[in-house]
């Protein structure tokens, strides 16, 4: 089991930047690959980015390529969302999740949402124009 908290989020300007954090606490976050989603209001949620267990493996939505970093820090059981050159479009809350653990393989990076197992309670991001 792990249970995760995102955080970073909030109300920034077109262009602007926001960096976003999920801590995990329970079991060693190296043993899960780790996902971002964002859901906007009377939209499905949708895949933004994924980092495979190893972190070494990562991938993006074409929507945000280029705009968006995803990265891990094991020690630390956290993953961050870096998001730049944010545009109104990318408002949504923004979920953290993470799959089964030792799960697939070590580079691996799941991008269904129903790959996941254990999700954050989300955070807002809010992107004005």
């Known amino acids: 089991q792990v249970q995760l908290v995102e955080s970073g989020g909030g109300l920034v300007q077109a262009g602007g930047s926001l960096r976003l954090s999920c801590a995990a606490s329970?079991?060693?976050?190296?043993?899960?690959?780790k996902g971002w989603f964002r859901q906007a209001p009377g939209q499905e949620r949708e895949f933004v980015a994924a980092?495979?267990?190893?972190?070494?493996?990562?991938y993006y939505a074409d929507s945000v390529k280029g705009r968006f970093t995803i990265s891990g820090d094991n020690a630390k059981n956290t993953v961050y969302l870096q998001m730049n050159s944010l545009k109104p479009e990318d408002t949504a809350v923004y979920y953290c999740a993470a799959n089964s653990p030792d799960s697939g393989s070590y580079y691996y990076t799941p991008r269904a949402a129903d790959e996941y197992d254990y999700w954050g309670q989300g955070t807002q991001v809010t992107v004005s124009s």
């Open positions: 980092i495979s267990r190893s972190t070494f493996t990562t």
């Open positions: 329970g079991r060693t976050f190296r043993s899960y690959a």
